[in-house]
């Protein structure tokens, strides 16, 4: 994976060329990438190879036999979220017997598209091929053949390969604690890797989570780190270092593909790897034989200026403020909560993410309090998660165990200040949960507060408003400095621009009357873009402004009816009044693509003139409460930049730079089948004129310029819903040549956004 976005190396080595193509010979070049220490064989392409072509590449050991090379495409960083979409995308890559980049190390080679006169890049995976200790000189061959599988090109470069002082973490049987083969009992046991099968360390027991294993390291300088979970069985396992506040947590990914961890000083640092708590508490671990497993971590030595280009960002000024909102029932559902030191853990991750307001969701208004509340019942009991697409809600204890054992806000707060930030206490808009454990039974007692549905409170109701009003009173008596009401999940509960001024009028009587270390309590306010289900106009920001009802303005088009929005209008009507505008990018699956369509949103933000902005569900990304594997690295690549504009608009220019340097594909994403969310195209290898998007040979959109939607955005233009398989067919014309990628829908499900 490659983290850094710039090749670091030095030309090695010497090519011997056979020319089957009638063309002078180019030159093979290879350079070892500081950050990854994979091996890149570089070369340029002649005018007139053909469209498609099939690279092949093998090695060769002194002496030994030619044998396939472990080799992938070069990738974009979005691509290859797209390609490790955390096992949410189930919608195109889930179908696939192997991943695509699995396929590639498998068959030593893959499809090279449009690759005529053009420069491309091998990445060659060496850790997964050659000794932990190799050094030395290895014979690496290319050959290039047209579809007929006639060979084009052959050519032969010796590649120097130095492992010696990366670290490589894969036999854990030395550990106290550790069993070989089998044991009886709790514990953790090893085993030793077989035919077709790595090696692997596995908690053989669910509950209680078992002993953490602390594994020396004896390491000084800076390292870049990586790690292998096994796909099958199904696994997480949690690490950390051992000077670290926090644990990152790591599900199944793609069989033998590493993923990023975290760049880090590793002066007397420890790896410590914990059983993830959600492989003891869900029905997989239950039930079934979802465990602890970790394959492998790997470290790659920093020089200090390998480290300094890895860091330079950091260094640029932070210019605009970053809001990140903390789901912390999300964050519960897996995890054991019950101490208010627990906190300390996320919010260690936030401010390492240099998130500067921590907005912690309590609850959503309508539903149990996600706190021990007098106003309203708590959530001490069973929680009802959201299901996938065609699949069954999960349960947990998780959120109910935080609720009775800690005072959620308390614990929050009292972390945001150990570590410098400051935080709002934010309320969902509303959602009565009807019929699931979730629900609030004073709701249950008073249907007539819900609209006709049953699911929705009604603002326009006076009791209904009082009664949630009560509850921002009961947070600002224990001490809040800001309070924001997220009207964007659920913007059903007003019926116009009326009940919503009388609302937020009343909240901001009652929080004039308090105020924080002598400042006024901040209110924001989350409100849908035009589009997003459920906004009928009831939302006019510009009339809050006039009449200073809030603090900061937070347009928002999740979940996730509208991923890109223009968001000028409120920033001119902003101009000359106190009020900030912070724009929500949506931090879970489905919004705008990470990290880099949230870079370009981002930097047109901030041209616009933006004051900052808000990741929706932050957590999952910089947590990983929702998601995992693939996000863990974000932390540090990207989500800490965001608060600097020239950083962000360094980022996006180097991204647009960089787009001719990848393979040419088009790599499609669509996390969740369902009819509220947009099959979106991410396109590299040149730059990309044309995007059309096709479904059963008819088409769907045309766009001519990023990012690539399939359909209008908006709830009205929700995908229909047919209940059978559609035939996907995308075309893309990058640098004046046409590129097509094919796919099927499996299904599209019914959606209420």
């Known amino acids: 994976m490659t983290v850094s976005q710039v090749i670091w190396g030095v030309t090695a080595g010497f090519i011997l060329t056979s020319n089957l193509h009638g063309q002078t010979p180019p030159a093979l070049t290879a350079s ?40 992938t495409r070069h990738r974009s960083q979005t691509a290859q979220f797209i390609l490790r979409s955390d096992g949410n995308n189930a919608t195109f890559e889930r179908q696939r017997e192997f991943s695509l980049e699995a396929q ?9 598209h449009l690759a005529a006169g053009k420069q491309r890049t091998i990445v060659w995976h060496t850790d997964l091929q050659l000794p932990a200790d190799f050094q030395g000189d290895v014979s690496f061959r290319v050959q290039v053949k ?30 106290p604690g550790v069993a070989l083969g089998r044991r009886d009992g709790a514990g953790w046991v090893w085993h030793p890797p077989k035919k077709g099968q790595s090696a692997m360390l596995v908690s053989n027991e669910q509950f209680p989570p078992i002993e953490p294993l602390s594994v020396p390291l004896d390491l000084t300088g800076y390292y870049a780190i990586y790690v292998t979970v096994p796909l099958q069985p199904a696994s997480s396992i949690d690490l950390r270092l051992s000077g670290s506040q926090f644990s990152d947590r790591f599900t199944s990914c793609l069989d033998g593909i590493e993923l990023f961890w975290r760049v880090a000083k590793m002066d007397a640092e420890r790896l410590i790897i914990h059983q993830a708590y959600r492989t003891a508490n869900s029905p997989g671990a239950i039930n079934g034989n979802y465990r602890a497993r970790l394959s492998r971590v790997r470290l790659v030595p920093l020089s200090e200026q390998a480290y300094q280009r890895f860091n330079q960002l950091s260094e640029l000024e932070h210019d605009k403020t970053v809001a990140g909102l903390f789901e912390i029932y999300s964050w519960a559902f897996n995890e054991y909560v019950d101490t208010s030191h627990k906190f300390m853990e996320p919010l260690a991750a936030f401010a390492e993410a240099r998130i500067d307001r921590v907005d912690t ?24 998660g959201d299901p996938s697409p065609g699949g069954a809600a999960p349960r947990s204890n998780g959120g109910g165990r935080m609720v009775a054992m800690t005072h959620p806000w308390l614990a929050t707060r009292s972390a945001a200040e150990a570590f410098g930030l400051s935080t709002s206490a934010n309320f969902g808009a509303g959602i009565t949960y009807p019929n699931s454990p979730n629900g609030s039974p004073i709701f249950k007692d008073h249907p007539q507060w819900a609209d006709e549905s049953g699911v929705y409170p009604r603002y326009k109701l006076e009791a209904v408003r009082q009664h949630f009003l009560a509850m921002y009173q009961e947070i600002l008596e224990l001490g809040a400095e800001a309070i924001t009401v997220d009207f964007c999940r659920y913007p059903h509960v007003s019926d116009g621009p009326t009940t919503t001024r009388k609302f937020l009028t009343e909240l901001r009587r009652l929080t004039s009357r308090y105020s ?21 106009g009831q939302y006019r920001p510009k009339a809050w402004v006039k009449q200073d009802l809030v603090d900061v303005l937070l ?22 009044s106190a009020v900030k505008v912070m724009p929500t990018i949506d931090g879970s699956n489905g919004g705008p693509l990470w990290p880099g369509s949230v870079i370009a949103q981002v930097d047109q933000w901030y041209q616009w003139g933006a004051d900052g902005i808000t990741i929706y569900q932050a957590d999952a990304r910089v947590v990983g409460s929702m998601l995992g594997h693939a996000s863990v690295g974000l932390r540090q690549t990207v989500i800490r930049h965001l608060g600097s504009s020239q950083a962000v608009k360094q980022m996006h220019q180097q991204t ?72 996907l067919r995308v075309r893309a014309r990058v640098d004046g040549h046409w590129l097509e990628k094919n796919e099927t829908i499996p299904n599209i499900f019914r959606s209420s956004n």
């Open 361 to 384: 969701q309590l609850g959503r208004l309508g539903a149990r309090a996600m706190y021990p509340s007098l106003v309203e019942a708590p959530m001490f009991g069973e929680a009802k």
């Open 656 to 727: 647009l730079d960089r787009l001719s340097e990848f393979s040419t594909e088009i790599y499609l994403d669509f996390p969740l089948a369902y009819q509220s969310r947009r099959v979106q195209a991410w396109v590299e290898g040149g730059q990309p004129q044309v995007v059309e998007f096709y479904i059963n040979g008819k088409l769907i959109t045309k766009d001519v310029e990023p990012p690539f939607v399939m359909g209008k955005q908006g709830a009205q233009h929700n995908y229909p819903f047919i209940g059978k398989p559609l035939e």
């Open 146 to 175: 047209d579809a007929s599988q006639k060979l084009l090109t052959e050519e032969v470069i010796t590649v120097k390969v130095d492992h010696s002082r990366q670290v490589f973490l894969e036999d854990f049987s030395h550990l």
């Open 32 to 71: 070892t990438d500081d950050l990854t220490g994979y091996v890149h064989i570089t070369r340029q392409y002649p005018e007139d190879l053909p469209d498609v072509v099939f690279v092949e590449a093998t090695f060769q050991l002194p002496d030994g036999p030619w044998q396939r090379a472990a080799v």
């Open 516 to 536: 924080h270390n002598g400042r006024k309590i901040v209110v924001r306010v989350i409100y849908p873009v035009k589009g997003v289900a459920g906004n009928t």
């Open 104 to 112: 590639e190390i498998s068959r030593g080679g893959f499809e090279e």
């Open 555 to 576: 347009p928002s088009g999740a979940f996730p009816n509208v991923s890109y929005f223009d968001c000028q209008d409120i920033i001119k009507a902003t101009r000359g």
